[in-house]
């Protein structure tokens, strides 16, 4: 493909791709009091808005705190079997890697019902506890594969070594693989950090009066109004993912793990 | 492996079994509780009353059959696309192509219903697409609420998906590979077919599985950019919970949306691997 082409494809591709977030930006900074592009006149009022909302502020550090105890949680027991997946002969590793990676194959909608009906309802627990178990069952694959892609860059013969020079087994993986995977384990938890924070499906049924969110409300909130203040809250998510991602990236290398 | 020092097999299962009972315990249970809902009758007992009531409504037929269309049209348009896009994105220099990936999977890490909520803005009556047209003295078309708005907001989610798989599988192409069939005298149809198709087939099996089960599964899209008037599969499910309290309906829906997933993996799976065997 010659280069003209090759750049007509991708800045078309781009438009689609990148252009709607640059609309909701212009949209949210619009002075006019419904959503349209180009906006009319220019201003914060819809960014200060979405600050006043009260529904919005809680249902944010819902989110927050989901975002950060789940991926959290998954990593405690996601990081012990990606171990030991990795290097003891585990009978039926494969039905563990199975059952470990079933929430991501089976739609979140269905799974947010059935732990509504099944978990909630009878045994009475909180529909906050509810979520924060759901997101660290969703997160938990996300966390064993990129562990354990770091596991398999890992030579098991340094570790050996360690316990052959009279280490303990704890303390080999303390001192020498945990600081070997260190990389991988915060890719896992931003991922995981990331997935939690944007995640719907789930949550849709697992909501209650006060214990919503950031995306539920958001959706919620779309129903009854048209003002550009979610235009505004999109596009400050939007930048916060970005951000996150973005140093992630420089800081990390996240690529290489994902 | 089976050193002395990683030979205890009780030590590898107790470091995996929490891992495996939680993920047991909060998926696979109450899931299965939810789907074998669907199978007991009325008076209690084995029925498959549910299923037949459920295709016998003409209407969720319909929310089935679009759910399908829907799915295997955006998935065959992200493959087209992709093909193009990753194609031309492999052909860039190293520098400039990592930044233009970087481009494609940003949209993935962010909140779909900011995705989604573009599409209201773009396509709304008042919206960029409409205004245009407006100049031109064309009156308003109504896209918010059909089919058209979905597989437009499904496309533009589930895309990233496709051109990340196509892009992998084309790096390791043989780089020689399509200029030698080019120099042989191929058209860039036969390029296509003969050449690049097969060595990228395994990312296309990959992506198209992506992005089929995804779009199957959306729930934000349909329910912001098709409401009530467009139901699908997933939106179908949450009213019929929300407005009936059906939960046999649900029930069966879900199994439908299960079934078709693990389908999809499967059929195209088979497909990538049949055809590799014929290849060699």
């Known amino acids: 493909m010659n280069r003209i082409a090759a750049w007509t494809v991708i800045s078309l591709l781009l438009v689609f791709l990148i252009g709607p977030f640059i609309i909701i930006l212009g949209a949210a900074l619009s002075a006019g009091p419904v959503m349209a592009f180009p906006p009319d006149g220019l201003s914060l009022q819809w960014f200060e808005k979405v600050f006043s909302i009260d529904s919005f502020r809680s249902s944010f550090a819902i989110s927050i705190w989901l975002g950060l105890c789940s991926p959290l949680a998954a990593l405690i027991l996601g990081v012990p079997a990606s171990y030991a997946m990795a290097r003891y002969d585990v009978r039926g590793a494969e039905l563990v890697r199975l059952l470990v990676s079933a929430p991501i194959i089976v739609p979140g909608i269905i799974v947010g019902l059935a732990l509504l009906r099944y978990l909630v309802i009878p045994t009475g627990i909180g529909i906050g506890l509810a979520l924060f178990l759901a997101h660290t069952a969703l997160v938990l694959p996300y966390a064993v594969r990129v562990v354990s892609a770091s596991m398999d860059n890992l030579r098991a013969d340094i570790e050996e070594a360690a316990v052959m020079l009279g280490c303990s087994r704890l303390g080999a993986f303390l001192r020498v693989v945990l600081p070997n995977i260190r990389g991988g384990i915060l890719a896992a938890f931003i991922l995981g950090f990331v997935t939690s924070f944007n995640e719907v499906p789930v949550a849709l049924f697992l909501s209650g009066p006060g214990i919503t969110t950031l995306p539920i409300d958001m959706i919620g909130y779309m129903e009854i109004t048209y003002d550009p203040s979610v235009a505004a809250l999109a596009a400050l998510l939007a930048a916060l993912s970005i951000a996150i991602v973005f140093a992630a990236e420089r800081f990390l290398g996240l690529s290489r793990y994902v | ?280």
């Open chain 2, 1 to 280: 492996m089976s050193s002395s020092v990683f030979g205890n097999r009780t030590t590898g299962l107790s470091l995996t079994l929490p891992a495996a009972l939680f993920a047991a315990a909060l998926f696979l249970v109450p899931v299965a509780i939810l789907l074998s809902e669907a199978f007991v009758g009325p008076e209690g007992g084995f029925s498959l009353s549910a299923y037949s009531d459920f295709f016998a409504d003409p209407r969720y037929r319909a929310v089935f059959w679009r759910t399908l269309k829907l799915g295997v049209l955006v998935t065959l348009t992200a493959a087209i696309i992709g093909y193009v896009a990753a194609f031309a994105i492999v052909s860039l220099p190293p520098k400039s192509r990592g930044r233009i990936f970087g481009l494609v999977i940003l949209p993935l890490m962010i909140s779909p219903v900011a995705r989604t909520y573009a599409w209201l803005v773009i396509l709304g009556r008042t919206g960029i697409v409409n205004e245009t047209l407006g100049l031109f003295g064309i009156e308003p078309i109504r896209f918010l609420f059909t089919e058209t708005a979905v597989f437009i907001g499904l496309l533009q989610l589930f895309m990233p998906l496709m051109i990340v798989s196509l892009i992998s599988a084309m790096e390791n192409m043989p780089s020689d590979a399509v200029p030698a069939a080019r120099l042989l005298g191929a058209s860039w149809v036969q390029v296509f077919l003969r050449v690049i198709l097969p060595l990228t087939r395994e990312g296309l099996v990959i992506g198209g599985t992506l992005v089929f089960t995804g779009s199957l599964t959306a729930y934000i899209t349909p329910a912001i950019l098709g409401g009530s008037k467009v139901l699908m599969l997933e939106t179908l499910l949450y009213q019929r919970v929300t407005v009936a309290r059906d939960f046999a309906s649900a029930s069966v829906i879900a199994l439908i949306l299960i079934l078709m997933c693990f389908g999809a993996n499967l059929v195209l799976r088979r497909l990538a691997t049949v055809k590799r065997r014929t290849a060699a």
